[in-house]
């Protein structure tokens, strides 16, 4: 996988991509190329893809000895601003206040075939022979300092992983004031800045705009990943179709603040970046101490979005989340959330659990409200243990009896959140972030908890812990309802700690109680969630194998939601739920037929108030968890893909699972809006088949491969106010679901 010639020119390749770099003239790495597979390089090939032709004019050299090397016009593997490169740079250090232009040479390299799985860093991991590690050493000399470049290469794979220790080989302590994780450089800007953006109730919409000469940027400075910008991003080649075309992808193992950008110069040269937002970070890095970036991952496909959204979720199923997750059906879970909200004691639970139960579901989660006195959104949360007017016989009896009905139990902590009227407030003021200033922020009426102290985290594990062993927990929902502001520790201030270390160590303690909770209970699976999707990303992923993808339950909504985060992320994240209708956030009524056919992709749950669902609504329920238990695997697993250009037509989605061999997929058609006399015959045009196989449509049509890719699958018929008999939709938000099987795998016609 990683092959080095004449100890300065390494080529990473696998049977997806080539990723080759080189000793530069300066002794600074410099990058060649990375995209589809090289294969074997001869000497000759080497020779050509080292050639450069230095662009002299308007240039400022890198040193005396060359008059004609610069490098701003080379590509390079970790840039430094200001030595003949004006693009900003990924890494910066100062030293009592006066910024140092570094200059890492190359010194040596070795491979590592090892990449274990560790709680304690969110990162990726490869069983023995899955991976290869290759890791540079540099120096620089003049200022006292090691870098050791990491780069990781995967068995089927598209992806590079990459990440940077920096160590203070000096006599004095140095600031770190950025130093991020992965770039990319590419030739040319004919690409688009795709991203996932959006606010509360609306994450992760997909965006996209055209590269220019100038720097585009997502990020967060929030203490969180955030509901406004998500760190997957990706250049898509401009004309790209939705399975044709390159795109270069990127995201980071991290869930504080980051940055994304991507920065065209004046000859359309492209430098993509990510890491940890240098805005409101610097590091004291003192003598013989290192630091160490969260891994960045680069992806390419050059099977447009749906190779890179399939590349992805594969890649993070196998590399990131506990791939035991993958083995280990996902239950089907009933939250009571939208059901109650804070209004509800053991009875009124049990009577749900009783009713989820009959309908066929397999794990009662308790929300929000079941702890200290909370009746509402303004007290208690610090203070985890149950409320005994709600649990009048103790919350071990309640677990008991939900396990007794062959259910599994689940609740809802916030473990970083305090409120100001909690005991915990009470007995430690001082372990919430804030400044000194009498003016304090305040988000949901609640405080954030200083995370970057341990105390404060070992405190919280030890109340979940009790919790958790009371219960015989199976499922826990880790909410994170604010973000940060006014970020100061008094911890930190005590210990002569920088603040601007904060949110840095605030994140690296709330993975310190991941890695308690875990460690300790290693079976127990973690639901992500902040307000909704305020955290969906891979540092969150690593411990958790799948995330609440938004407070907006609502079908419609959820079609973009669903769209967009399923680019970047595996299809088995997304947690699911049947609410409502007319739906709690938006009043929008859908049938439940529709919301069931949304919300069957991906581990599905369902969150409304059961005791007020009729007989019939009651036994579509149970065909629709009939159907999903019997096709949970490819719901949940399958290769995901969109069959329509989420970029063309907005008002139709259509979405497909495809099992390994490609021999079943169950494609999901959804039209928002009714379209007033559609055209008579409407067709899409279904990926992955194989021209000579026929394939059962609903088990009611034999059709053959390539009739379903080329000229497609039809679409529901829609009501014209004519065809009643035939007519297959109606209204507005209509949905279908088809079942294709290769007919020989079905046992024949
Ligand atoms: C957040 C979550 C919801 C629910 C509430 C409870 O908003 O996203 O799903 O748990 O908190 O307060």
Redesign the pocket.
Known sequence: MIEVRNGNFFHLKNNKISYVFHVMENNHLGHLYYGKTLGELSDSDIQYLTERNNKSAGTVKFSTDDDLFTLTDRFQEYPVYGSSDFKEGAIEVSHNNDPWYLDFKFIDYRIEKKKERNLAVPSTYALEGESETLIIQLEDEEHKLNLEMQFTLFEDFGAVVRSQKLINIGPESVMIEKMLSGVLELPTANYDFLHLSGAWLKERHPKKRKLAQGTVSVGSLKGASGHQHNPFVALVEENAKINKGEVYAANIIYSGNFLAQAEVDEWDKTRLMIGINPSQFSWQLQPSKSFVTPEAILMYSDEGLNGISSQFAGFTEKHIINREWKKTPRPIVFNN?EATYFDFDQDKLLELAKLGKELGMECFVV??GWFGKRNN?RSSLGDWYYDKNKFTKGIGTFADSIHQMGLQLGI?FEPEMVSPESQLYKDHPEWVVRHSYSRVSIGRGQYVLDFSNPKVVDEIYGQMKEVILETNLEYI?W?M?RNITEAYSTYLQANGVPQTEFFHRYILGVYALYEKILSDFPDILIEG?A??GGRYDLGILFYSPQI?PS?DSDAIERLTIQTGTLLGYPLSTFSNHVSASPNHQVERVTSLQTRQNVSIFGPLGYELDLTKLSDEEKEEIKTCISFYKKHRNLLVHGEFFQLLDPFVDTNEVSWGVANEDKSEFIIGFYRKMAVANPPALDYIKVPFLTDDKIYSVNKSEEVSGKVLSHFGLRKPYQFNGANHHQAQVKGDFQSYIYHLVESDKNGGK
């Open positions: 959330w929300d929000d959104d809802w929902k909410d309802n969630c307000g909704g609440w407070d």
